[in-house]
């Protein structure tokens, strides 16, 4: 069963900038290669999720991360990709 | 309810005659079950020592023709067309068969799959689970795909005959579960858009909520991950893909389609989401919406909740169900009109092709 252990302690809010970190911080695999090192915004906190299906083990809270499409391909469509990113994955963009 | 309103085999684009395209989706599909969703769970049971290899090779060895728990299958069909429905239903059958030895009659030996996806090999490379190239012409990759078949149903059917015979599950038990597989339901993923059509308590509630709201409308409610439900409206199409695997919400709608896992799709759809929506499904998104493109690479699956169609004023959530097809709710498609359906319904009857997959 998949439950939601705290949505409380998550770091990031709805609305942060955030960058991806580039290269894989703790060994979790999870965040796909084409948004490594790119920006964009918090657009869903999941929260910490227990899913004893697929993994043991407690993550670091997951967010849904919105980026445009133009940051991560060169379409120029203003369109939005979202991405499930854990938070290890993620610092708070520094310039804005 | 017919069949193509849950698993079903369509290429791209549809066209009933495409045998290339037909194959190779019996080709992916095969070799998505075989290796993520059949072996892993030998090789859980193996590590766990809950059956061993001798058990394997007893079984194989005591295993006559009247104790089978499968059907004998040969390869058959007058024509390549009928040679290509044969092999779609068995096909479906040995999804069945995998189903049945993973249900909770089964679970009875207190496992949980933890660690599944990296035995998998979903996110890693240096697990990477190898799987069978095909090549050659229709003929040969029939002819492929049928020893394939044939093979992998033996396993199955070994594996089974092992499990009883070490008392994990029982003749009876697996019986009664293989006749529940078989018997038609409303496909769950109809059923819950049809409601979130008629009734804004209940959308409001599956969009806050996930999961939670499905337990209230008696739907099965899955436990793989948090569901998020994404809404179409006139300003915003939704479109959800996994790029690492093939993560899906199976466990409500289904059976993944097998497009889905394809990694033309996987790559394309977020490398430029329109022209793929265009050139692998015909859907055109007008410039007056913005796409979003779901990637769900962890705990959460998604869906989308397309838009109820025009026209269709005064019909019963029973029939609005009809128009819900699967890729709808992945954002490959829209709902049918219900002049679509119709036409549809005409199609697969005249090609006298329901075949029905459970959810």
Known sequence: MSKILKSMNSKFK???????????????????????????????VHGVLENIRDHRGIHQPLYAVRFDLSELSTSQDRDFIWVDVHEEWLSLQSDG | MSGKHGHSHKPFEGHMHDFNAHIRAVEEDLEYYRAKRFEPRIFYLLRRGVLTF??????????????????????????????????????????????????????????VTEDNRKERGDYDDFFKIKKKAHHGTLEERMVNVEQDLKDYQELLEVFVQALIHRGWSTRVELEQRWKQLHEERPWAGGVIVAKAWTDATFKQALLTTGREALREMGVHQGKVGKLVVVENTDSVHNVVVCTLCSCYPYDILGDTPWWYKHESYRTKIVQNPRACM??????????????????????????????????????????????????????????????????REIAHRELEMPRVRPD
């Open chain 2, 278 to 343: 265009q050139e692998m499904f015909g859907l055109e998104i007008p410039a007056s919406k913005q796409v979003h493109v779901y990637d769900s690479t962890s705990d959460v699956r998604y869906f989308v909740l397309p838009k109820c169609p025009a026209g269709t004023e005064g019909m019963s959530e029973e029939e609005l169900a009809k128009l819900v097809t699967v890729d709808s709710l992945i954002g490959a498609a829209e709902a049918l009109s219900p002049f679509q359906l119709k036409e």
């Open chain 1, 14 to 44: 709805i609305g942060d900038p955030v960058v991806i970190a580039p290269e894989n911080p703790t060994g979790n695999p999870r965040t796909p290669r084409y948004i490594r090192g790119k920006r964009g915004v918090v657009g869903m």
């Open chain 2, 54 to 111: 001798a058990d394997l090779l007893q079984a194989r060895v005591a295993l006559k023709r009247k104790n089978q728990f499968f059907k004998t299958r040969k390869p058959q069909g007058k024509n390549i067309e009928a040679r290509v429905r044969y092999l779609e239903e068995w096909l479906d059958e040995y999804v069945k068969g995998i189903a049945l030895v993973s249900a909770r009659a089964v679970e009875a030996m207190d496992m």
